[in-house]
């Protein structure tokens, strides 16, 4: 090991430092100290790696395409005369243990980056770039050691709903490299779409590759068809095995892994389109449930999963397993022998055997399968791993159990969510899921049973209404700045503020490097009604429900409509919801008073088959038995806008009562919901 010397005067002058250096990084670092004093790079730095050839190489090519200052290769005299970056192994105590960690320090004289292993060497080059783009050619010398507090660090990207070319990946791989992220979770076929060229079954990429209607919204009305890939007017796309081989030369070269995600036994529509005899019914279109009882799906899913390896150095390989409808296996012959002679009594027992059989054959491979947390459903295999989607539950449970898992709850991690005001932003598909919220995420609290087997966190990126590259940067841009610092840093570091002015400063930075990043600067926040309380007449007064609320949406339950509490952007917080039932309320005022308002707000949330109520009637009464009605009231915001809207239904005037009736009309479709949060009276 070598120098740095830190001479003792400047210790003196580390509490003079006038910028909280670790301030500028992201995700936020473990430890920084100030040295004081400053490297000067208006002289270039020459590199100076001492590790292995090819790693040196890569190094130094991935440097070039920054903008540190880098001199040519040199004659040994001009070396001397430079200032060095170091980059070398260590394995000094004093190192982080994972050979993802990292010692950088910058003194007057170079930089230095230690680290057990290549990893950590390139996330020490991270934090220098980043301080690079912060204080340019005058570094202020600093000592940073840091390591990751999660070794899984992940992005997903659904390429089937809609297909993004190897460029866009390529380009997203290199963000998340700046990021420190590591695992790159390629979801690569789905009833979409099927997205990876495989040899053996050459229908996939002809057919199952395309379809008509490139928007979601155009695919769902014209009934969901494929289409031959010379079909004038099909759309869609796949990679190519060389394209492939592109992406993951470069992830690797990023210290990235890509992980494939090949969908079974269900997501599988487009496979059965073109492979028909893989279903229950035998006839395409009819399911995207693979035949479990047929050898012949086994065949099919080894032979695919065979080429897939070929192509992915990724020990995890990801088979999906979520959300079989298992509906055609109950009734088909093949399904029902199979589970005789398995001794399964269960279809979640059917779909376990499944997983099991292929978990076993990647194991044969020397691999290991990763799946949605529907794989706990009915037996999960042994070695896999479970990724935690519906919630944190079956993460929890597997992890309980000594299974390895990865975080990523549809709370916390959906980007496909509105990151703002819901009724001004672009159309998205789920909920409510702004910057702040990322952030606040913890994947493992030290006080969950098994948080050690938590190996880390993800963001998953659904493409159903992400229809180009530029919105699916949109939605990805900040909110991977937050997840980077979920999955790195140690939480008591964490705070959102100082977040948030580095999220700023990134978004940015972003956006001048050509990602179509969500314009921070001009985020709303959260619903305005919701942020304070509301006073009225008939708060704290009670409520007689003549129709009850779900029990999945209670909010405060008896309480809701006159706490004074309004609801956020998120219908899932403190709105209280009816499922296909009217709302009819009578609030007591407990005297009879003057009355100028009464009004309600509702929702319309298409995707959550939220809806509008069809008409409002508002009735007073004296005693409670006889009410007169003082409003009626017909919504006109259409039944088929798929835009959220947040409306209020009320009435203003001048009358009396003690009583007052509000009802809200369902629009009779069979599953929706009304949504309200409060009765307002004045
Ligand atoms: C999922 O969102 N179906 C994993
Ligand atoms: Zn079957």
Redesign the pocket.
């Known amino acids: 090991m070598r120098r740095i010397l830190l001479l003792p005067l400047l210790a003196a002058f580390a509490c003079q430092q006038p910028a909280p250096l670790d301030k500028c990084i992201t995700p936020r670092p473990q430890q920084v100290e100030t040295l004081g004093g400053v490297l000067n790079l208006e002289r270039p730095l020459h590199l100076a790696t001492e590790v292995p050839e090819a790693e040196a190489a890569m190094l130094a090519g991935y440097l070039t395409a920054t903008d540190l200052p880098l001199a040519d290769p040199l004659s040994a005299d001009d070396r001397a005369r430079l200032p060095e970056l170091r980059l070398a192994y260590s394995d000094d105590a004093s190192l982080p243990v994972s050979e993802e960690g990292y010692r950088l320090t910058v003194s007057r004289r170079g930089v230095e980056i230690l680290s057990r292993g290549d990893a950590g060497l390139f996330y020490g080059l991270q934090t220098l770039l980043q301080l690079h783009d912060h204080y340019g050619q005058a570094l202020p010398c600093v000592r940073i050691t840091d390591a990751p507090r999660f070794p899984y660090r992940g992005l997903h990207l659904d390429v089937s709903r809609h297909f993004f070319d190897k460029e866009f990946v390529k380009k997203q791989l290199r963000m998340m490299a700046r990021l420190k992220l590591n695992r790159f979770h390629w979801h690569l076929t789905d009833g979409a779409g099927w997205r990876i060229e495989i040899d053996r079954y050459p229908l996939l990429t002809e057919v199952a590759a395309w379809r008509h209607g490139s928007t979601w919204q155009a695919w769902r009305d014209g009934g969901y068809r494929y289409a031959r890939h010379d079909d004038p007017e099909a759309t869609g796309g796949y990679y190519t095995k060389a394209e492939i081989r592109e992406v993951v030369a470069l992830a690797d070269s990023l210290h990235i892994t890509v992980i494939p995600e090949i969908e079974m036994p269900a997501h599988s529509e487009e496979v059965l389109a073109v492979y028909p005899a893989l279903s229950c019914s035998g006839r395409p279109y009819t399911t995207g449930d693979f035949c479990i009882g047929n050898e012949a799906t086994f065949e099919f899913l080894e032979n695919v999963l065979t080429e897939v390896m070929e192509l992915f150095p990724s020990k995890w390989i990801h088979i999906g397993g979520?959300?079989a409808s298992k509906t055609g296996w109950t009734s088909c012959p093949k399904c029902r022998e199979r589970m005789r002679h398995e001794g399964l009594t269960t279809v979640d027992q059917l779909q376990s055997y499944a997983i099991h059989r292929i978990s076993d054959f990647l194991a044969q491979h020397g691999r290991r399968l990763i799946g949605?947390d529907e794989i706990l459903d009915g037996g999960l295999a042994p070695d896999a791993v479970v990724m935690s989607?519906r919630g944190e539950e079956g993460g929890r449970k597997a992890a309980a159990a000594g299974h390895d898992v990865v975080m990523t709850p549809?709370s916390h991690c959906y980007f496909d969510g509105y990151q703002d005001n819901p009724t001004t932003e672009p159309q998205a598909f789920s909920g409510y899921l702004p910057l702040r919220k990322v952030y606040a995420y913890d994947p493992a609290p030290e006080t969950m049973p098994g948080h050690e087997r938590i190996q880390g966190v993800q963001a998953?990126l659904?493409t159903e209404y992400i229809p180009t590259p530029q919105q699916a940067e949109y939605m990805l841009y900040p909110r991977l700045f937050a997840l980077a610092e979920v999955a790195w840093s140690d939480p008591a570091r964490m705070d959102y503020t100082d977040f948030h002015r580095r999220a700023l400063d990134l978004t940015a930075r972003a956006r001048r490097a050509g990602y179509n990043a969500f314009d921070l600067t001009n985020e709303q926040g959260e619903r305005l009604e919701s942020l304070g309380e509301v006073d009225h007449l008939a708060r704290g007064c009670r409520v007689d429900y003549a129709t009850p609320w779900s029990d999945r949406y209670p909010a405060a339950g008896v309480a809701t409509l006159t706490d004074g509490i309004r609801g956020s952007w998120s219908y899932n917080t403190r709105w209280q919801g009816f499922l296909e039932s009217d709302v009819e309320v009578t609030i007591d005022l407990g005297q009879n008073r003057e009355l100028h308002e009464v009004t309600a707000d509702f929702i319309q949330w298409f995707s959550a088959w939220v809806w509008l109520p069809k008409q409002v009637e508002i009735a007073l009464s004296d005693d409670g038995r006889e009410f007169r009605t003082i409003a009626t009231l017909r919504n006109d915001y259409p039944e088929h806008a798929e835009r959220p809207e947040f409306r209020a239904f009320g009435w203003q005037g001048a009358d009396r009562g003690r009583y007052v009736r509000y009802r809200a009309i369902h629009n009779g479709r069979p599953g929706g919901w009304l949504f309200t949060d409060e009765i307002i009276v004045r």
Request: no cysteine.
């Open positions: 979520d959300e949605w989607w549809g998953n659904w």
